[in-house]
Nanobody, 116 residues
Framework: QLQLEDSGGGLVQPGGSLRLSCAAS????????FAWFRQVPEKEYELVGC????????DYRDSVKGRFTISRDNAENTVYLQMNNLKPEDTAVYYC?????????WGRGTQVTVSS
């Protein structure tokens, strides 16, 4: 079964950048979609952004447009979330998500804290 490992979170000041990584245990060549979600305590998961493979398109929630970018490296079986100009409201646990052959896979999450 495919396993995902999120990493790259940490503490950053407002305006800073982080790049999250999601390493898959197996090939991602046949993945239908990649996405990143986030969650703050006692709130629902939010879709941060997604990449649809067959169209090559990306989409992001309004609050991160122009600041966050999803990309993938098939050779490394890794998907990334580049986060720039971070704001305190971006503080959350971030989870990568893969949809492959009718099954959903989730990473365990990585904490991002934006604070001065």
């Amino acid at each position: 079964q495919l396993q995902l490992e999120d990493s790259g979170g940490g503490l950053v000041q407002p305006g800073g950048s982080l790049r999250l990584s999601c390493a898959a245990s197996d090939s991602t060549a046949d993945v239908n979609a990649f996405a990143w979600f986030r969650q703050v305590p006692e709130k629902e998961y939010e879709l941060v952004g997604c990449l649809t493979v067959n169209t090559g398109t990306t989409d992001y929630r309004d609050s991160v447009k122009g600041r966050f970018t999803i990309s993938r490296d098939n050779a490394e079986n890794t998907v990334y979330l580049q986060m720039n100009n971070l704001k305190p409201e971006d503080t959350a646990v971030y989870y990568c998500y893969i949809y492959l052959a009718g099954t959903y896979y989730w990473g365990r999450g990585t904490q991002v804290t934006v604070s001065s």
